[in-house]
């Protein structure tokens, strides 16, 4: 039999916690949030019978679906795929977080467009602190003036950075860019922004991350399976 999803999300949390303890970290420093794209409503059911509540969706119009499915449970919704102009009203109405703001723009329709019956939208900038061409993320220059720019709208509440590094073959290379995007939020904290949460860590990654500061690591593959 293949390992359930509860087996796997048990075993996820030993991985996170045994890395925050090489980290000499406390072991309640990082989060984990279960990716469910592409899964359907009863395997996140499956994950919040564990104690789960933190979901990541990349796809809205998907997400939407199972939000709206799943209102019975008490659960937290992190959205972190890229956001077209057309999709921020589905994403302010929806979400509790969004890991994926990268362009003032798109700040300012999710403020806008949250509702005033909801609490601030949560909200983290995407950096691209490796450069990678093909990815989203504003650029570490780029990033001061973005950052006190969305840390100002009304109906937000900038609370730090996600980051997606390229795969890289060693673990020192990989804790080179997590490092890189650990001194970008010191920066910002530095500046008087009140940051708390630095998103970086997939299932391949998670253990550099938590090396270098993460404190919310996003798994999906090992928690759901492959996709
Ligand atoms: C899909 C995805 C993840 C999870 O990746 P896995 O390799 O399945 O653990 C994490 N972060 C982002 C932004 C993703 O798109």
Redesign the pocket.
């Known amino acids: 039999m293949s390992p359930s999803i509860a087996d796997n999300i048990a075993r996820v949390r030993v991985q996170i916690q045994t890395a925050c303890q090489a980290a000499g970290r406390a072991a309640d420093s990082v989060q984990l949030l279960a990716?469910s794209?592409t899964w359907g409503p009863e395997s996140v059911r499956q994950a919040h019978a564990t104690g789960q509540t933190a979901f990541?969706e990349?796809y809205i119009q998907e997400a939407v679906d199972k939000i709206t499915t799943l209102r019975d449970l008490p659960l937290v919704w992190h959205c972190?795929?890229p956001i077209q102009s057309n999709k921020t009203r589905l994403v302010a109405e929806h979400f509790d977080w969004v890991h994926s703001v990268d362009r003032l723009k798109i700040a300012q329709r999710l403020s806008e467009q949250r509702p005033e019956h909801l609490t601030p939208l949560q909200v983290c900038i995407q950096v691209n602190v490796d450069g990678g061409e093909t990815k989203s993320g504003v650029s570490p220059q780029d990033l001061p003036a973005l950052a006190q720019a969305v840390a100002n709208l009304p109906r937000l509440q900038l609370r730090g950075l996600m980051t997606?590094p390229e795969p890289a073959e060693t673990e020192a290379q990989m804790r080179t860019v997590h490092h890189q995007a650990k001194d970008l939020f010191e920066q910002l904290r530095a500046q008087g922004l009140p940051l708390d949460t630095l998103s970086m860590g997939?299932?391949?990654d998670m253990a550099a991350a938590i090396a270098e500061g993460s404190t919310m690591v996003?798994?999906?593959?090992?928690i759901f399976g492959q996709r």
């Not at 996003?218 to 090992?222: M, S």
């Open positions: 990716v794209k990541g990349n972190i795929g997606i997939m299932s391949a996003r798994v999906g593959t090992a």
